[in-house]
């Protein structure tokens, strides 16, 4: 049973239907908290890996491309075609040759050095916190937004349900010799009703 509910939860994330059905502008403030969320990652790889040493640029450069492959995941499954799956998982093993490679790449150009640990470490739990606050104002913006179209929604399928009991007959019509009976069920999420 476990498994069967398992291998649900991995279909749903590669046919992700309900962020297709997002408009585009709603989309953009679960991308951008995303890119946020994610972001992190540049400052826990300082903190774990070099105990806050890690030069700041190196540190910003990784966050950056961690939330934009965030970013990305998040966008195709929303908008494009499924089969740029496999890309990205292909992409998530060279990415941390290609965060080293940029992170080298910065420290020869710019000539930047280590940063002392204790001014490291301040960076990355200030950065931590900022990036958490902004992921979390856009997440509820985005569910603000989510919330509120629902809010619409269930009020106009109220409204309907009131229409349609004015305009259907009585639950028991009765003629000599014949009793007629019906049943009224308003439909919950469905513009339309089921009768027998």
Same mark, same amino acid.
């Given at each position: 049973?476990?498994?069967?509910?398992?291998?649900?939860?991995?279909?749903?994330?590669?046919?992700?239907?309900?962020?297709?059905?997002?408009?585009?502008?709603?989309?953009?403030?679960?991308?951008?908290?995303?890119?946020?969320?994610?972001?992190? =990652?540049?400052?826990?790889?300082?903190?774990?890996? #070099?105990?806050?040493?890690?030069?700041?640029? /190196?540190?910003?450069?990784?966050?950056?491309?961690?939330?934009?492959?965030?970013?990305?995941?998040?966008? /195709?499954?929303?908008?494009?075609?499924?089969?740029?799956?496999?890309?990205?998982? =292909?992409?998530?093993?060279?990415?941390?040759?290609?965060?080293?490679?940029?992170?080298?790449?910065?420290?020869?150009?710019?000539?930047?050095?280590?940063?002392?640990?204790?001014?490291?470490?301040?960076?990355?739990?200030?950065?931590?916190?900022?990036? #958490?606050?902004?992921?979390?104002?856009?997440?509820?913006?985005?569910?603000?937004?989510?919330?509120?179209?629902?809010?619409?929604?269930?009020?106009?399928?109220?409204?309907?349900?009131?229409?349609?009991?004015?305009?259907? *007959?009585?639950?028991?019509?009765?003629? *000599?010799?014949? /009793? /007629?009976?019906?049943?009224?069920? *308003?439909?919950?999420?469905?513009?339309?009703?089921?009768?027998?």
């Amino acid at each position: 049973m476990a498994a069967k509910g398992k291998l649900r939860t991995l279909k749903e994330l590669i046919h992700p239907e309900h962020l297709r059905a997002v408009p585009f502008k709603r989309l953009w403030f679960q991308l951008i908290a995303v890119f946020f969320l994610f972001s992190v =990652v540049g400052f826990l790889v300082d903190l774990v890996y #070099l105990k806050g040493q890690m030069q700041y640029a /190196v540190v910003l450069a990784i966050a950056t491309i961690s939330g934009l492959n965030a970013m990305l995941w998040v966008f /195709v499954l929303a908008r494009l075609s499924k089969a740029l799956v496999l890309p990205l998982i =292909v992409l998530q093993f060279f990415l941390p040759l290609i965060l080293t490679g940029i992170g080298n790449w910065l420290i020869g150009a710019f000539n930047l050095q280590p940063v002392p640990m204790d001014r490291g470490i301040d960076f990355a739990a200030i950065g931590i916190m900022s990036v #958490l606050i902004f992921s979390y104002f856009f997440f509820v913006v985005y569910l603000r937004g989510s919330g509120m179209e629902s809010f619409r929604m269930r009020n106009e399928l109220v409204q309907a349900q009131e229409v349609q009991q004015v305009i259907l *007959p009585e639950s028991r019509l009765a003629f *000599p010799g014949l /009793v /007629v009976e019906s049943e009224y069920r *308003p439909a919950r999420e469905v513009g339309g009703t089921f009768s027998r």
